[in-house]
């Protein structure tokens, strides 16, 4: 037998044939396809919007608005233009969300481990609190806190009032408004520098009880230094702070800050509502901490307090994080229900009377998807950084 | 291989999707025969205006002016389907060409008619805004109203007209803004507002859903002109000459005399502007693309304006408006049709 040298090595398939390849190629075509559909979309509204005599762009930004807005967060009349009712929307829409996450998390986590109480009342009142705010529709319980709360609150002219500076109304909660005088500037220094101060403090006690294991009251010094040194600062510059009271002119209050109606309901409804979610997440995340955790607190003789705090909690954010997250994103995008109460955020401003008065559906809706989506974004990037600062480190 | 042809399938799906073009080849008067009915965009309850009743059939005044257009071109007032519609959606649902034509007390602007692709063909009913304020308050006048706090609906013209006349006169006053006409009745009836402003054709019958009407009245100022009317897609003249000429129409078989009771008898007139109108001379409907006896159908089946009118807006009606500016020029309102010649 003659021996024969044969080129074992593979040729290789045919680049047709080759997983490679080909999955390189599908990929692309699929990416082609995307941008050529959305472009196609695109280009086909703007063609047939422009055959029809429809007007486009965002020229109408610059116009002038001229329509009122009940409550504001930045200078707005009616003489500013459409762009400006844009912001004021948003900074609504902004303000609510932030007031109940807010809320909606400290409530959620009381009522969370209230449901595990070995209290049998505590522990079945969360639960009847969590099984009926969360199984009722939200529109409901927004109009239930609006038109419940204002059929009892009493007209303008027969306000309940406290010390001559606080009135409450169906118009809605006036406030002094603090008016600060030249000096002031000194008192938000001294709240700048207690900041930094008790920021160091944290910084020190830690490294200190590393070293030591001795553990030092960061928490009630902080709150003296907090307290303490502001004061002192505007007590020596002569209290440079003035206060605007309210007053009944003609109609309504003047004067002061106003809390209406709207933003309260908004702001009761959705805190309660989200809250009955994040009590339900706190509790997951609780019970998701074995027991031999807790046992081995105790055995070292930790007390209970501080178990929950060093020893539960920390574990179960990993758990929680997640989920609290999606709630977060919820309570924002639910706050647009804000327009069936009249309250003034982005969804009743900008797509509601600024829609309607351009005419220009197309772009004012894009960019209020553009808004929520942004809004959703920068909850999910700031929770997803929290969640890799709490998640398990690998020592 | 199955992918490939999945994905070729798909590819070929999207094309089909993306490459129907808006234009299509067949007029407004041809899509609507041979969908054999009429479709009408309204509003989603509006007393005398649009509103379905507990058996589903719609009345009102504008859509009256729907069913005389489906009257003239089929000669069958029934052939109407109604698309109840949101002041926020009303526009856009005529610029997509989901109705044939919008009906829903829609008032005449320059944006709206030049900038949107939308052309208005008529008033079929001029209005105003006004105020609704409750007794108590003691204000008689507009001209009191600085500081007051007022319940708007949203999506319509009325935002602009109360800030124009606020400004105008140097008053301030506090806009709370609701969805729907109910919410705006009840943030009114809770004590929300001082004001609840509205067209003056809706403020009557906004006021009577109120638990004690009583307790609040219509201020005497008109601080807008409100001409509500029927808007078509620009681009297709002969439909926007078929609208238009439908509610003049009406209005001129007002001026004539001729209504649903006597319509058959006047058939026999010998006066020309009735013959041209009801058909029996000349070809008035063939000029607009319609059977020449579109004027007869709708006076037999719809009625004059003036019955129109009364039927459903009307001092029997609950609403118990007045003619006012809504009457014939001749009889000291401002509604004036061309010649149906």
Not at chain 1, 243 to 255: I, R, T, V
Not at chain 1, 309 to 322: E, N
Not at chain 2, 200 to 216: C, E, I, T, V, Y
Not at chain 2, 224 to 245: A, Y
């Amino acid at each position: 037998m003659k021996k024969q040298t044969v080129d074992s090595r593979p040729t290789g398939p045919k680049p047709w044939y080759d997983p490679r390849i080909r999955s390189i190629f599908f990929q692309f075509v699929a990416i082609a396809l995307v941008f050529w559909g959305g472009w196609t979309l695109v280009d086909n509204t703007l063609t047939n919007m422009e055959s029809r005599g429809i007007s486009t762009g965002f020229g109408f930004l610059d116009e002038t608005a001229g329509f009122g807005i009940i409550m504001s967060l930045v200078p707005y009349d009616a003489t500013m233009t459409y762009g400006r009712t844009f912001l004021v929307g948003l900074m609504n829409t902004l303000l609510v969300s932030a007031m109940g996450i807010v809320t909606a998390t400290i409530l959620g986590f009381i009522i969370g481990v209230a449901r595990l109480s070995s209290n049998w009342l505590v522990a079945k009142l969360a639960l009847v609190y969590i099984e009926v705010i969360r199984n009722i529709p939200l529109l409901l319980q927004i109009f239930f806190w609006y038109f419940a709360v204002l059929g009892s609150l009493p007209s303008p002219r027969q306000s309940v009032e406290v010390a001559d500076s606080f009135f409450l109304n169906n118009r809605g909660l006036y406030l002094p408004e603090p008016m600060p005088q030249e000096g002031f500037g000194l008192v938000w220094g001294a709240v700048i520098a207690a900041i930094v101060a008790v920021v160091g403090l944290r910084a020190w006690a830690k490294k200190r009880q590393l070293a030591t294991g001795q553990i030092f009251p960061t928490f009630k010094v902080g709150v003296a230094i907090l307290v303490i040194l502001p004061t002192v600062a505007y007590l020596a510059t002569g209290t440079p702070l003035e206060w605007e009271l309210p007053a009944l002119k003609g109609f309504n209050f003047g004067g002061g800050i106003t809390i209406i109606p709207e933003l309260a309901a908004l702001w009761i409804a959705l805190s309660l509502y989200t809250a009955s979610f994040i009590a339900e997440i706190v509790r997951s995340g609780i019970l998701s901490v074995s027991k031999g955790q807790t046992e081995a607190a105790k055995a070292l003789g930790i007390p209970n307090s501080l178990t929950l705090r060093l020893v539960v909690i920390p574990q179960a954010m990993r758990v929680i994080i997640p989920p609290l997250t999606s709630q977060y994103l919820n309570l924002t995008k639910n706050s647009s229900l804000a327009t069936a109460i009249g309250y003034p955020d982005l969804v009743a401003v900008f797509m509601g009377t600024t829609l309607n008065q351009t005419g220009q559906a197309v772009e004012v809706v894009a960019i209020t998807m553009a808004v929520y989506l942004t809004i959703s974004l920068a909850i999910s990037l700031f929770m997803n950084i929290y969640n890799r600062a709490a998640a398990i480190k690998e020592r | 291989m199955k992918n490939t042809k999945s994905i070729a399938v798909g590819a070929a799906m999207l094309c089909g999707l993306f490459s129907a073009s808006a234009a299509s080849a067949a007029t407004t008067l041809e899509s609507v025969k041979e969908n054999g009915h009429l479709q009408c965009g309204v509003t989603s309850g509006l007393p005398g205006f649009s509103q379905p009743d507990d058996k589903g059939n719609w009345t009102g005044i504008d859509v009256d002016t729907c069913r005389a257009v489906a009257a003239a071109i089929f000669g069958d007032a029934q052939a109407v389907e109604f698309t109840p519609l949101t002041a926020k959606e009303r526009l856009t649902a005529l610029q997509s060409g989901e109705i044939d034509m919008l009906s829903r007390n829609t008032t005449w602007t320059l944006t709206r008619d030049a900038s949107l692709g939308l052309n208005f063909t008529g008033t079929n009913y001029y209005d105003g805004q006004g105020f609704l304020i409750k007794k108590e308050l003691g204000v008689d006048d507009a001209t009191e109203l600085s500081g007051a706090t007022i319940c708007i609906q949203a999506g319509t013209t009325t935002e602009l007209n109360l800030s124009d006349y606020f400004r105008a006169n140097g008053m301030e006053y506090q806009p709370i803004v609701f969805d729907t006409s109910e919410q705006t009745v009840q943030g009114f009836a809770a004590g929300r507002c001082d004001v609840l402003t509205s067209d003056r054709s809706q403020l009557a019958a906004l006021r009577s859903k109120l638990n004690d009407p009583g307790s609040a009245k219509i201020l005497p100022n008109t601080i807008s002109k409100e001409p509500l009317g029927p808007v078509v897609r620009q681009g297709d003249d002969q439909w926007f000459n078929i609208v238009k000429w439908v509610l003049f129409a009406q209005i001129n078989a007002e001026e004539l005399g001729i209504t649903s009771d006597n319509v058959e008898d006047m058939l026999k007139s010998d006066n020309p502007n009735v013959q041209r109108l009801l058909g029996t001379d000349g070809d008035m409907g063939a000029k607009l693309g319609l059977p020449d006896d579109f004027g007869h159908q709708i006076v037999k089946q719809v009625g004059n304006y003036g019955e129109m009118y009364d039927r459903n807006v009307g001092p029997d009606t609950p609403l118990g408006l007045d003619r006012g500016l809504n009457a014939l020029w001749n009889e000291g309102g401002i509604l004036y049709a061309p010649p149906l010649r």
